[in-house]
């Protein structure tokens, strides 16, 4: 009997080539139910499918299953394409429209593995002519999962983060004019958040803890879209907190950026005439 030892290396071992195909087809998530003979049979057929089919083809049919919404048939052809032909042009469109399937389907849990394909790709690919692309979807998918003001703010902060980079890195990218109207959103959400705590401090009186959020807020959000009444109620704890030059400074801010503000009326009688000239003059045509 022959020994598997004496047979050319041709016989013994598949091409390397092969092995990596057939290592991904077994892979890929059965189509049926788990262990019944259907499910079996549907993935022999992708198999020979998939060995047998030209990449451009197998893209295109994954292409047009994911444009279907049939996510599962649809990513098995995408994933053949983007993991046994990693280097090639078409591997990589299927890698990012792999990606693009689950930030499509939009769930909370497919917005995840979004996030992890785009980042993945910039990995990887960080010179594609499409990079910038990948980098606005990863800010998009933790756009999509920003919370209310008053939760948690991570998925904001990293959004943010994102498409500040995209301004950053790619100022000319056709994406950047939405980067820059996005950023500008996830900032007045960080903003707001801000002014949520620094407002339920107040409420209870805890006038340093206050102070402490309202001058972080001025220092990192100059540009909130709010900033009238964050002027004011700053002011108005520096004053709490025995600051009475810090709070008239707030206030003349306040009348000289917003000299109509109704809330120029609301600063106490006994400090309305230590504010500057001008900025008297501006609470009185307010009032």
């Known amino acids: 009997m022959t020994r598997p030892e ?16 057939l290592a991904a087809v077994l892979a890929l998530p059965l189509l049926g139910a788990v262990g019944g003979c259907k499910s079996g049979d549907a993935a022999t057929r992708l198999t020979r499918e998939l060995l047998s089919m030209p990449k451009e ?3 295109a049919r994954g292409d047009a ?10 990513r098995q052809y995408l994933r053949f394409v983007a993991e046994n032909y990693a280097n090639d042009p078409i591997g990589k469109q299927a890698a990012l429209r792999l990606a693009d399937s689950f930030y499509e389907e939009k769930t909370a849990l497919a917005l995840l593995e979004a996030q992890a ?16 692309y990948a980098l606005f979807r990863l800010a998009q998918c933790a756009d999509r999962q920003a919370e209310h003001p008053e ?44 002014f949520r705590v620094a407002h339920f401090y107040v409420n209870r009186r805890l006038w340093k803890a206050a102070g402490l959020r309202f001058t ?33 400074a707030l206030w003349n801010r306040l ?10 009326r609301k600063i106490p009688k006994s400090h309305r005439g230590m504010l500057a000239p001008k900025t008297a003059e501006a609470e009185r045509a307010g009032g």
């Open 6 to 21: 004496s047979l050319p290396v041709s016989s013994r071992r598949p091409a390397p080539r092969l092995l990596r195909l």
């Open 57 to 59: 083809e197998a893209y």
């Open 65 to 74: 299953l994911v444009s279907k919404r049939k996510w599962q048939q649809g």
């Open 117 to 132: 394909r785009y980042r993945d790709f910039r990995n990887r690919y960080p010179s594609h002519p499409k990079a910038d």
């Open 151 to 194: 939760r948690d703010q991570t998925n904001t902060r990293t959004a943010a983060s994102s498409y500040r980079e995209v301004l950053q890195a790619y100022p000319d990218s056709p994406y950047s004019l939405e980067a820059r109207a996005r950023l500008k959103a996830m900032r007045n959400l960080l903003a707001e958040h801000e």
């Open 216 to 248: 972080g807020l001025l220092r990192a959000y100059p540009d909130y879209d709010k900033m009238e009444r964050t002027l004011f109620e700053a002011g108005l704890v520096e004053l709490k907190l025995g600051r009475e030059e810090d709070a008239l």
């Open 255 to 264: 009348a000289q950026d917003h000299p109509k503000s109704a809330l120029l």
